[in-house]
């Protein structure tokens, strides 16, 4: 930077009332410190705010759970001249905001934080809120005063202010038609010291914000009357005096008081940043809220009807996306139920009112209980619904774009007393835009009384989400219509896909793999010196796999834990915790009483088992980057270590297991000398040359923990000077080159940062070539961000600018990031026909290079135009019979059998093996047919239902095969696609299989 920026306010910054002024004078100095006018500047206006996340609970449900998002609002040039400028701050609009100024290359020069209140609703155009935010206008209050809150709060509604401390001091109910609000609460007579001022709000019945809980409550700390305790003090001493004179200090108070004078060393105090004590916060020191709020609020059930209108739920990283559900979920009808709640009754009666939904015929029930003087009764009363017609639509559950269906539709004839016209039935449908009728019915002679079905013939495109089809009837001046959904999702799951790599080019283009529909898709690329920022694809890839087994939630959760330090990757330390407290309560779930961990469940095997070393080792990093890991979680998880510890080990993997598990017993506070000896006179009598293998640095960091340096440096300079094979074979998960050489690393930084420190790109090369071909999993993608994040905390700045471009074929190059130091990214469109990352090192910077990351998530437009076959081969067939034989175009209720049939193509055993089934548009698996759960299909371990696909989790032997069977029917007519069914190695990333896709028609019966 070529000079500094400065600023100074007005008045306080963290409570300005809407609207009102407040300034920054700004000024601007070179390197001399003398004020000079400033380039031009980039003037940015951030909002902050704490934003909901739908998130699945321990119990199966769902709560969103609070995260903080920014956005930027506005963003101008500014320029400050030699003399200064006084800026006016954006106060129209409510919030917590950040204003930054940032010069031409891109960096922060200064940034200032302000809050403004007021009566408003400040997420309306953004994300709902996640939290009750309070605030106080100030810190102090005398008795009498009316104390000034400014009240954010996730919805509307009512609820209740109190002043606490000891005891409920004061309290008033208020009532906010606006998520923000001001409201003020009488200070208590006779208050001193520090009191706490409680908010607790509750959802309005009428308020959209369903999907949290309907209480929000929040606390701040005030102090009242301080000024009444304040001894006004004057202490006076001469301007100058010389050495050896006499120093006369006057103390001076305006009542009798008893006081001590002291002296001391300024340098002194210098040096033990010694402040002056203030007696008076001693004796009014804070004092503990000792009031307990007990409710039960936050049970309330929110308003059907709203639950109907909202918008069906799933969003980019959200749990539907995450594990194999159908984000685009359809809308469906509430159930017809009534309830009036407690009413008064008595000779005149009282009234309820019921509003039946257009979509229900039939006979609805009232039933009514009662207790009044000394009994209690009960009658019921029944209630026929019966409009001029009767309409029953048969449309599928879900379809993709392109499918075609025969949609039928049975009108019942109930008009009454209209003559022969009544007879004469028009139909017609009507649909969103992503419906298109391609035929409707004539008009249709069904007399009164009776029914008949009519069949209209549609298509379905795009946009992807919710789709609705209304259906109307119209005879003899009466009409009735009926609403229908359906979800339109693509036909193919949502993938992520990572390209990452290394540059010394000044510029080097990376071209997009993908075309994506819009909805749920991300583009982001993302470059920097450091390979730190290859962290971040592999955060959102494991973010978003959508498996979950032991390992994979361990795995998901590790950036979570590693990264939330690291503000460029948009975790913070609120949202880590309440990340993680979910995955404690999860792996609870899977442990069993003797401390070890299974992959789907509490059952475990004996043995020396790497799953519960693993999370041994998650755990004990949670507890050491000062997360709250539950006591009951930890300890016999480290038992189970001890027992391990103390195992005689056959073979590498369970010589590697032992070492792992020594090196954690040590991390956390054993002294394991013994173990270290037995496992070492082990590897000596297996393998003298155990020092070159995977049990080597776990060795060498153990003896570093234990203060055993000479050791462990001995150890570390045998494994350095052997070379590792160029192939090496690998059969579990756990074995993976990638993972092993990324966990040396960490092992490497962490310990022997001396050496770690002077690595060099060749050094790398290991963790980075596995990440540019992708050969990574679950495991092996936590293993390689926790030695990316260890090695790159070592490395100093280097000097060396990186630049991130758009680049697009019929229009001008788009600047995404400007050169600029550490870690740039940006999201590019889907128009880009390539990304330009740039180079540049100053004059004397080291020759390095840059890393880039091109990530893209989402559902891929098109259809596979050839199968895929790396190791895996997967077919599905299909064979419709009818009590005839054979039919290729099967009658809607036929059942037809399918199949899919795998193969390995390999010479070795693949477990862990992943199969993805996306059932075709208007088709249902036959009940019975399927059973969800462990052993759900012959020669499956395990099977997952859902609305619209079928998981299937198996192993395959060497040359192997596998076929599962089920039986699935349609309950629509229609030409639809049959998605390719997907196959893929969970642990293996390059053996997958594709089929191909095809179509299949079914007929009106």
């Not at 004590?277 to 709020?293: C, G, K, M, Q």
Request: aromatic share 8%.
């Amino acid at each position: 930077m070529s000079g500094i920026l400065g600023w100074k306010a007005d008045g306080e910054l963290n409570y300005i009332g809407k609207d009102a002024p407040r300034r920054l004078h700004l000024i601007s100095l070179g390197p001399d410190l003398k004020a000079v006018a400033s380039p031009v500047l980039r003037q940015v206006l951030i909002a902050r705010r704490q934003l909901s996340i739908l998130t699945k609970q321990a119990n199966g449900g769902y709560a969103y759970v609070s995260t903080p998002d920014e956005k930027e609002v506005a963003n101008t040039e500014l320029t400050i001249p030699a003399e200064g400028l006084d800026l006016t701050l954006p106060t129209g609009e409510t919030g917590d905001f950040r204003l930054e100024f940032r010069n031409p290359a891109g960096q922060l020069m200064a940034a200032c934080g302000f809050t403004v209140t007021g009566k408003g609703d400040g997420g309306r155009s953004l994300q709902q809120n996640a939290e009750l935010t309070l605030k106080t206008a100030r810190q102090d209050w005398q008795s009498g005063e009316n104390l000034e809150v400014s009240l954010r709060a996730p919805f509307t509604g009512a609820g209740l202010i109190t002043i606490e401390r000891e005891r409920v001091l004061g309290w008033k109910w208020f009532k906010s038609a606006d998520k923000e609000s001001i409201q003020n609460i009488p200070v208590p007579e006779g208050l001193e010291g520090t009191a706490y001022v409680q908010a607790a709000f509750v959802r309005a019945v009428d308020s959209p914000e369903i999907f949290m809980s309907p209480l929000s409550y929040a606390v701040q700390p005030f102090r009242a009357n301080y000024t009444r305790r304040l001894l006004p003090l004057t202490l006076e001493t001469p301007e100058r005096i010389r050495p050896g004179e006499t120093l006369r200090a006057i103390l001076r108070s305006p009542v009798p008081a008893r006081a001590v004078v002291y002296a001391v060393d300024e340098g002194i105090h210098q040096i033990t940043n010694y402040q002056l004590p203030n007696p008076r916060d001693f004796f009014l020191r804070p004092r503990a809220l000792e009031v307990d709020t007990t409710q039960i609020l936050d049970m309330l059930i929110p308003e059907y009807t709203l639950l109907g209108r909202s918008r069906a739920f799933g969003g980019d990283g959200g749990p539907e996306l995450n594990m194999n559900l159908n984000p685009f979920q359809r809308k469906r009808e509430a159930p017809v139920v009534y309830w009036s709640g407690l009413v008064s009754t008595g000779p005149d009666g009282i009234a309820v009112e019921y509003p039946v939904p257009d979509y229900f015929a039939g006979q609805l029930t009232f039933m009514a209980v009662a207790a009044g003087g000394e009994g209690y009764g009960a009658a019921q009363a029944k209630t026929i619904v019966r409009g001029p017609f009767v309409l029953t639509p048969n449309v599928p559950v879900f379809a993709a774009p392109g499918d075609t269906f025969t949609l039928s539709l049975t009108v019942a004839n109930n008009v009454e007393n209209a003559g022969a016209e009544a007879a004469r039935v028009s139909t017609r449908l009507t649909g969103t835009p992503n419906i298109t009728v391609t035929r409707s019915p004539d008009p249709a002679d069904i007399a009164p009384g009776r029914e008949d079905t009519v069949r209209f013939e549609i298509m379905v495109g795009e946009p992807l989400g919710n789709a609705s089809l209304t259906f109307h009837a119209d005879a003899a001046g009466q009409s009735a219509e009926r609403t229908v959904t359906l979800s339109v999702r693509p036909a193919s799951p949502r993938m992520t896909t990572v390209q990452s790599g290394y540059y010394r080019q000044p510029d080097h283009v990376v071209k997009p793999q993908r075309t994506m529909y819009p909805e749920f898709a991300a583009r982001e690329a993302s470059v920097s010196a450091l390979p730190m920022n290859l962290a971040r694809g592999l955060a959102q890839w494991l973010g978003e796999f959508p498996h979950d087994c032991t390992e994979q939630i361990i795995s998901r959760a590790m950036p979570r834990l590693l990264l939330h330090t690291d503000a460029s990757f948009g975790f913070d330390r609120a949202a880590a915790t309440a990340d993680l407290a979910q995955v404690f309560a999860r792996l609870r779930g899977r442990q069993a009483a003797n401390g070890r961990f299974g992959p789907w469940s509490d059952a475990t095997e004996g043995g020396l088992d790497f799953l519960t070393v693993y999370a041994a080792d998650f755990l004990l990093s949670a507890k050491e980057a000062g997360f709250a890991v539950p006591e009951d979680l930890l300890r016999p998880t480290v038992k189970s270590l001890r027992e391990m510890a103390a195992m005689n080990p056959q073979g590498t993997l369970e010589q590697t297991t032992q070492a792992r598990a020594i090196y954690l017993l040590t991390r956390s506070g054993e002294v394991t000398t013994n173990y270290l000896l037995n496992l070492r006179d082990t590897l000596e009598k297996a393998d003298p040359a155990w020092r070159t293998g995977p049990c080597a640095l776990w060795m060498a960091g153990t003896h570093a923990l234990l203060r055993q340096d000479k050791e462990a440096e001995a150890i570390v300079k045998d494994w350095r000077a052997a070379k590792k094979p160029a192939l090496r074979p690998w059969n579990f998960w756990q074995e993976q080159p990638l993972a092993l050489d990324a966990l040396d690393l960490a092992l490497l930084s962490r310990h022997f940062p001396a050496i770690a420190g002077k690595l060099n790109y060749n050094d790398l090369q290991p963790v980075l070539t596995g990440l540019q071909k992708a050969e990574f999993n679950t495991y092996s993608a936590a293993c390689c961000i926790q030695a990316l994040k260890a090695w790159s905390s070592l490395q100093q700045k280097s000097g060396v600018q990186t630049s991130l471009t758009e680049l697009a074929a019929n229009a001008a190059p788009r600047l995404l990031a400007p050169p600029g130091a550490g870690l740039l990214t940006g999201a590019f469109t889907e128009g880009a026909s390539g990304l330009q990352f740039g180079l540049l090192r100053p004059e004397g910077a080291p020759d390095l290079g840059a890393y880039y990351q091109v990530v893209e998530s989402g559902f891929d437009r098109g259809l596979p135009a050839a199968p895929v076959r790396n190791g895996l081969e997967i077919a599905r067939r299909c064979t419709a019979l009818d009590s005839q034989g054979r039919k290729d175009d099967p009658p809607v209720g036929t059942s037809v059998k399918m199949e899919i049939l795998l193969r390995n193509l390999t010479g070795a055993e693949l477990e862990n093996l992943a199969i993805v089934d996306l059932l075709p548009g208007g088709w249902e698996v036959e009940a019975g047919s399927l059973r969800p759960g462990p052993n759900g299909a012959p020669g499956a371990d395990s099977v997952d239902m859902r609305e619209d696909r079928n998981i299937f989790y198996c192993g395959l032997a060497a040359r192997g095969t596998r076929v599962f069977t089920y039986q699935i029917r349609p309950v629509c007519a229609g030409v639809v696609t049959v998605p390719p069914v997907f196959a893929n190695s969970l642990y293996r990333p390059a053996v997958q299989a594709r089929s191909m896709a095809d179509k299949i028609k079914s007929v009106p019966q």
